[in-house]
């Protein structure tokens, strides 16, 4: 069984697949564009939000996601993996922003709202414990390149498997590898880490 | 060392809410009506020809002596000025909006700049005909909470101890410390009731009706505000008030700034902190606050907004005796941004006002942080003794 196809059974929705959905959007049907912003917008969102640390970004990036899915549906080749097309796209904007955001921030430029961190999404009635210990990764993560973040909060913070990291950010199995391995040198010094990916 | 467990995410909250997934959607709704539809490879040359006649009306177009900018709303030609309704009345407006008042409403226009339309309902019932597509935000505050309008048709009324919303055509997102969740998304045939923030005192200078602002706008001087300065200043000033006067909120200012000191229509968070300013010379803490607030909440996104958090957290802990209020504020000026110099003192003051507000584990969270982030600080054994004061709970 495909992910997706997994993913419409967990929620309920197994009337219509991606498949389906993305062939009704081909001939025009505007309500299976719909469908299908309701089913991934809530995902997307909130991936991009944790990796933007900011709402407001994590908007407009979905936003735009979806617009380029839709705009460039037929490159799509397989249509059940609309989903993994869409995150990739998503993350890689979310990735682009990143970067930018880094000059930014060294010419002084930087005004965002960091409101989506780590430590800021906890969820209500944790302990102080676990919001300092989120708030420093929220710190040992800014010290990070953003290929080596990216890498590391796609597998440990949102649970993707290697492969689905590497779809996302359009690279081999390796070079993820390798890129969560540098930034587990880095997050060891402060906490212990599962070493599985390397 | 300590272990991290993972995925994360499952420790963590949705970050977008039901008004982010709403944005989201009519952003996407709202782009892919204007995108052409597909069409085959056969049509191609003619797409081709069209694009091209297109691109000669565009130059047409941006060879236009004036720009679009936008404009004040208006009314029959005619600024906004506050309204006072006594009997039932409508307000036609030039962009096709018009509200309709019921007797007793009192509802004032504080900001009309072209891109915010920012409405005070100080009481009674208004029923408003947003016309979507202006580009200007409609935004009304009431009673401690903010109705934010995406283009549709409502009715917002303030009683005395309870600010209702009902929703006929389109949505709303209603925000407020009151509000359940802090915001909540209205569709049309939904309505909320909130619990009202006590009356308000007058503004220290009443809110400005837009016929006001547009004189304000022809200074030469406009914008010419320090934010800092003024915000500084102003905690200066309310410091001094907490020790040596104790003048009643609500008092009318001694004088307001000189008008050439106006922030103006296109600089509205100057006009806030000339607000701020002015309660600063008439000693009104609260006032000061409430001006601050609105800095942070409207304008989210100006440089200015992290220091103003700060002002509001210092105005809210030194003078006004709201820890717990100063806590969030702290807590948004870090997260909006603040210069170098003042992270550290916003830092420990966070585990003070934490402890003053009794959230000993959020206080010992932000002593910790300090710590880390401040070990050589000579503010340390200041954040400590707070610490102290938490293990003798």
């Known amino acids: 069984m495909s992910k997706s196809s997994a993913k419409t059974e967990a929620t309920g929705l197994v009337d219509i697949g991606d498949a389906a959905l993305v062939a009704a959007v081909r001939a025009g049907d505007r309500r299976a564009e719909d469908r299908l912003v309701n089913r991934y917008a809530p995902l997307v969102g909130s991936l991009t939000a944790r990796l933007l640390r900011s709402r407001h970004d994590a908007e407009d990036v979905t936003q735009e996601a979806f617009i380029v899915a839709f705009t460039q549906l037929e ?9 993994s097309w869409l995150i990739r796209i998503a993350v890689l904007r979310a990735r682009e922003l990143l970067r930018r955001r880094r000059i930014a921030r060294a010419l002084g430029l930087d005004f965002r709202v960091e409101d989506a961190t780590l430590q800021a999404c906890v969820a209500e009635g944790a302990s102080g414990e676990e919001r300092a210990e989120l708030a420093l990764l929220d710190r040992v993560l800014e010290g990070l390149s953003t290929d080596l973040r990216i890498a590391w909060m796609l597998r440990h913070v949102e649970g ?39 | 060392m ?6 994360i995410k499952s420790r963590l909250e949705n970050p977008i809410d039901a008004a982010g997934l709403a944005r989201i959607k009519a952003g996407v709704a709202a782009r892919e009506r204007t995108r052409s539809p597909r069409y085959g490879r056969k049509a191609l040359p003619l797409a081709a020809i069209a694009a091209a006649a297109i691109l000669l009306g565009l ?5 236009r002596p004036s720009p679009i900018i936008p404009t004040p709303l208006t009314s029959h030609g005619e600024a906004l000025v506050a309204l006072r309704a006594e009997a039932n009345r409508r307000v036609d407006f030039d962009d096709g909006s018009y509200i309709e008042l019921d007797a007793g409403a009192r509802l004032t226009p504080v900001i009309n700049d072209g891109r915010i339309l920012l409405w005070t309902l100080e009481g009674g019932e208004v029923e408003f005909e947003v016309r979507p597509g202006s580009g200007r935000r409609w935004l009304i505050e ?43 998304h209205l569709l049309a045939g939904q309505h909320l009731d909130v ?19 547009v004189s304000d706008s022809q200074s030469p001087d406009r914008g010419a505000l320090a934010p800092v300065d003024v915000i500084s200043d102003a905690l200066d000033s309310e410091r001094e008030s907490s020790s040596e006067s104790s003048e009643p909120v609500g008092t009318p200012p001694r004088s307001t700034a000189p008008a050439a000191r106006s922030g103006g229509l296109n600089d509205p968070v100057a006009h806030f902190l000339e607000r701020v300013d002015a309660a600063r010379s008439a000693r009104q803490p609260r006032i000061a606050a409430r001006e601050l607030e609105r800095v942070v909440r409207l304008y989210p996104r100006d440089p200015r907004a992290g220091q103003a958090a700060f002002a509001l957290a210092r105005l809210e802990l030194d003078v006004l005796d709201e820890p717990r209020s100063a806590a969030a504020a ?10 170098r110099a003042l992270r550290e003192d916003a830092r420990a003051r966070l585990v003070e006002a934490h402890a003053r507000s009794g959230r000993l584990d959020a206080a010992r969270a932000a002593m910790l942080r300090f710590q880390m982030n401040y070990p050589e600080s000579n503010r340390l054994s200041e954040v400590r003794r707070w610490g102290e004061a938490l293990g003798a709970h």
Not at chain 1, 75 to 83: D, G, Q, V
Not at chain 1, 160 to 170: G, I, K
Not at chain 2, 330 to 339: C, D, I, N, V, Y
């Open chain 1, 75 to 83: 490159r799509l080749r397989e249509p059940a993996a609309f989903r």
């Open chain 1, 160 to 198: 993707m498997e290697l492969q689905e990291v590497a779809d996302s950010l359009n690279c081999s199995l390796a070079t993820i590898k390798r890129r969560i391995s540098a930034a587990n040198t880095v997050i060891r010094q402060h906490f212990d880490v599962e070493s599985e990916a390397e």
């Open chain 2, 2 to 7: 300590k272990r991290l467990s993972t995925p």
């Open chain 2, 59 to 63: 130059g047409a177009w941006w060879s």
């Open chain 2, 142 to 184: 009431v009673g401690g909470v903010t109705v934010e309008v995406v283009g549709t048709h409502f009715v917002v009324r303030r009683g005395a101890s309870v600010v209702h919303v009902e929703v006929s055509r389109g949505h709303v997102v209603v925000r407020g410390a009151s509000v359940p969740g802090a915001a909540q």
């Open chain 2, 195 to 213: 619990a009202a923030r006590g009356a308000e005192p007058v503004a220290p200078s009443a809110p400005v009706p837009a016929s006001a602002e």
């Open chain 2, 330 to 339: 702290l807590e948004q000026a870090l997260s909006l941004g603040l210069p």
